[in-house]
């Protein structure tokens, strides 16, 4: 067994987003000894990716909102395929978060009178995202970074983790990973790990995420015999970037619409209007004027229709382009210059200003952005306890990305940074409470260390491919087969391009030495997606029906029966399989606020 160091803890928090941090600050809080690993370097998450603002119902800009408002949004947006619980302790907690953060030392934006300032967002009956500008990610990320910093909180950073370490009753009691630049391994012991290392973007060809993002928190639950839910939904965010070609993915946020900024396909037309869907139809606005009369004085709820649920904006664009009314380099436009003066854009916008100026040479306050849909978010992840986040494997918990449940068939922009702080907290509050009630200090198997080393430096000693050369098959696969339309007959054809990935994968050869070879990184991270691609198409195989971010060509429309139940997917001696469970039963008191709204 190669050599490696060894640190023991009560709790370990794999991932350094803001779920983590929040996960971190909270479990040491309650007195565990606690240490956060990050892939990457601390302050370098995908939590910077969301920009628009934090959804929570605080009111300031709508007395007339709440929690119970915010939980029907969500449900809503999700589907109604969330699981209830989750998004009610959301809707309910996500106030006090954002306000606990104001006391850590965020700077959010502010309404004349010096509250909270909130805005607009796809989805949500009212203005209720508490933005720091177009920078609400990383104020969020900077903030816990702080917090966690004060309180003497270890961090890792650039360590990468391979597999969860388990005892023989199956409970998680530590992790094996490796130091990027070194390669020297590294155990952690621990009483219980949370899992908060979001992010799976990396499997498909065109992603705002960014290289951490390969579905390592999914695959080490998966591994270690966790139940994922719902892989089958991912969010194609409706607008990244399209040009240059080397910008392609980078995300422009929603804030761009929720400020005023309009869809256009080559012929100028503002064509979200000949996309309103049903559901939706009695509180969007179905003409130019009256949207525009609604970002002018908001007296009523007859939104613009720029401002539905990404997944129906994102499959608007989709049919726009696929009809040959796109833009010169395969997206739509979407136009702010027309629609606000120059210095509200900079004031309001200042990195969508400075990322289209240096990126793609287009100065917004003029002229209009090239965008279309970027894998951007997965609503599905590892199955959790709502209250606890507690897995299906003992000492096992997860937040953030990684969690699924929360967010349905569709998130809402705005509630992953509310999921985040949310369950955050409790994460960490219920691994400290698991942890601390164990005697005595976490052990691992040095058997088990072993057999995962070994694993980990196959790479090094077999001929076979390039894992670039795979990486490359991996995402053209997931881009064209199981995109944002997906069919029976494609999703076949990508379970059985995956058997073949599968083996090419276990083949793959590295040559050189373990000190930063980005070649053997990419070798073990193929394992994760690989993973990740093979829940996401199973689940996308079962859910004949076309609901929130799962939409199936063959089956429009949504399916009563398959609204009831999640696609579960396990890992059992080394196969995946997918199975239908009901979704836990809403309590007739919350039923009413869906007849109500009706």
Not at 140 to 153: F, N, W
Not at 452 to 460: K, N, R, S
Not at 469 to 482: F, N
């Amino acid at each position: 067994m190669p050599e490696h160091e060894t640190h023991s803890l009560d709790v370990l928090i794999i991932g350094a987003g803001g779920a983590g941090l929040r996960a971190a600050v909270e479990s040491s809080a309650a007195g565990a000894r606690t240490a956060i690993v990050t892939k990457s370097l601390l302050g370098k998450a995908h939590t910077v990716m969301a920009e628009g603002g934090v959804a929570a119902a605080l009111g300031n800009v709508w007395p007339e909102d709440n929690w119970k408002v915010h939980f029907r949004d969500t449900m809503r947006g999700g589907k109604m395929l969330n699981n209830w619980r989750m998004a009610q302790l959301h809707a309910q907690e996500a106030p006090d978060r954002v306000l606990e953060l104001e006391e850590w030392g965020a700077v959010f934006d502010r309404t004349a009178d010096g509250r909270i300032l909130q805005r607009d967002f796809g989805g949500h009956r009212y203005a209720r995202l508490a933005h720091v500008g177009d920078r609400t990610g990383l104020e969020l990320l900077r903030t816990c970074q702080q917090r966690a910093v004060s309180l003497g909180i270890e961090v890792y950073m650039e360590c990468k983790i391979v597999r969860l370490l388990q005892d023989s009753s199956g409970a998680v009691n530590g992790a094996v990973g490796f130091w990027r630049e070194s390669g020297t391994f590294v155990v952690f012991a621990a009483k219980s790990v949370v899992i908060a290392a979001g992010g799976v973007g990396k499997t498909w060809k065109f992603t705002s995420n960014s290289w951490e993002g390969t579905g390592d928190g999914h695959a080490l639950a998966l591994w270690a015999g966790a139940d994922m839910l719902d892989m089958e939904c991912v969010q194609f965010h409706p607008t990244g970037m399209v040009w240059p070609p080397s910008a392609r993915g980078i995300l422009v946020t929603e804030g761009v619409r929720g400020d005023g900024g309009v869809l256009r396909n080559s012929t100028g037309e503002r064509f979200m209007f000949n996309y309103i869907p049903d559901f939706y139809a009695k509180e969007t606005a179905d003409s130019i004027e009256e949207a525009d009369q609604w970002y002018e004085n908001k007296t009523d709820f007859r939104r613009p229709p720029e401002l539905l649920p990404r997944d129906e904006v994102a499959r608007s664009i989709n049919s726009e382009v696929k009809a040959g009314r796109g833009s010169p380099h395969g997206g739509v436009f979407l136009d702010i210059a027309s629609r606000r003066s120059a210095e509200y854009i900079r004031r309001r916008l200042p990195s969508m200003y400075h990322q289209f100026k240096e990126l793609a040479d287009v100065d917004i306050t003029v002229e209009p952005m090239e965008i279309g849909p970027t894998c951007h978010y997965i609503m599905g992840g590892i199955r959790v306890d709502a209250d606890t986040t507690a897995t299906t494997v003992p000492g096992l918990y997860a937040a953030g990305e990684a969690a699924g449940g929360m967010h349905g068939a569709n998130r809402l922009g705005g509630n992953s940074l509310s999921d985040l702080l949310v369950f955050g907290r409790r994460a960490g509050q219920h691994a400290a409470e698991h942890a601390l009630g164990r005697t005595g200090d976490a052990t691992v198997d040095p058997a088990q260390v072993g057999s995962v080393t070994d694993h980990a430096l196959a790479p090094f000693s077999r001929e076979g491919e390039n894992p670039y050369a795979v990486h490359h098959s991996l995402q053209e696969t997931m881009q064209s087969l199981v995109g944002i339309i997906r069919t029976e007959s494609e999703l076949v054809e990508a379970r059985d391009a995956l058997d073949e990935l599968d083996a090419r994968a276990a083949s793959t050869s590295v040559e050189g030495h373990r000190q930063f070879n980005p070649g053997w990184h990419l070798s073990l991270d193929l394992e994760s997606m690989l993973a990740v691609a093979r829940c996401t198409t199973l689940g996308a195989i079962e859910r004949k029906e076309s609901r929130g971010g799962h939409t199936r060509d063959d089956y429009p429309g949504p399916s009563a029966e398959l609204g009831k139940v999640n696609m579960v997917t396990r890992m059992r001696d080394g196969a995946v399989s997918v199975s239908r469970e009901p979704l836990p039963e809403m309590p007739d008191e919350l039923k009413t606020l869906f007849e109500e709204a009706h």
